[in-house]
């Protein structure tokens, strides 16, 4: 079973999505995750187990894109008129997100699940906003590298590093990974 | 719950690590992993449910214990005589073993267990490899990059590939990653 926004369009579709949303949400407010269980959902939103796992197919994938909907880009980009200081922002903007605990989960709930659709999906909203500030730095008439060599450089170092570093990593070891990467742009 | 080398030791531990081992890879070759359940895991292994939870903490973290096993450094690495011929040996062996299902498994199950030993341990696998790799150089008299380096430029943007994108990375990728970080080695 894949997760794609598809599923997110018609009535009754999109609000039996959005109650099993809501009793993930409550229910991880209230339990551990490790003790949360399809059937626990189901009962708290009101459908059958089945309903869950005919559109989710199990309870990692569930969980990854209830966790995935609080990371979507939100368009909030702080615009500081250049690109190095764009993707500076963002890059600590998203150390900040994703090393909180709440992100932590996010990435590993993501890895988890053995649905590739999910997990390209977490990888898409490192790049749509790559692009945003892509687009940004051609308006102005600025040299940028590409963004799948920001990904390689900067979010794939910092992503590994918060999955299975001992220690996260800081504000300063992310400012050194995107100083490396804007010094070979003309790569 | 953590886990580490020290509990390996000892007699009768170490029997009952053992059989709980044998227990998870014998059910998995019978079932899907969402269907595995630390009670069906305790009875196969002949131990009672609390046993595993005392010693692991929760399925995942067992599951990525069994995975790690897996993909402990057999010293088993080529020696082709110079640095950039060994990184690159060991980095395609990497992408071959990582980008298997079995690999995905155990990165999945890793990321997903809320351990950060566990994590650890799998980021070590790597460090501890290339560290063979630099003291060979070292020995040739070869300049090398430090292995921090070499993770952050080669191996983070591989398994975060194999992790979050929708298609697996190529060996043409890998050869382009290594080929970067070596170029930059005087850095």
Known sequence: MTIHKGIRTG????????????AVKLLLESHDRADVTVPMVAQQAGVTPSTIYRRWGDLATLLADVALERFEPDDKLPDTGSFPGDLMAYAEQYLDEMSSSLGRSMLRDVA????????????????????????????????????????????????????????????????????????????
Chains 1, 2 share one sequence.
């Open 11 to 22: 009535g009754r579709s999109a609000r039996v999505q959005q109650s099993i949303h809501e």
């Open 112 to 187: 988890a699940s053995d649905d590739s659709q999910c997990a390209g999906r977490c990888a898409d909203i490192i790049t749509t906003r790559l692009t945003i500030l892509t687009d940004r730095a051609q308006a102005r008439g600025e040299d940028y590298p590409p963004p799948d060599q920001v990904v390689d450089r900067v979010f794939a170092p910092m992503v590994y590093r918060i999955i299975f570093s001992k220690t996260a990593p800081d504000v300063d070891y992310v400012r050194q990974l995107v100083d490396q990467c804007l010094s070979e742009k003309s790569a």
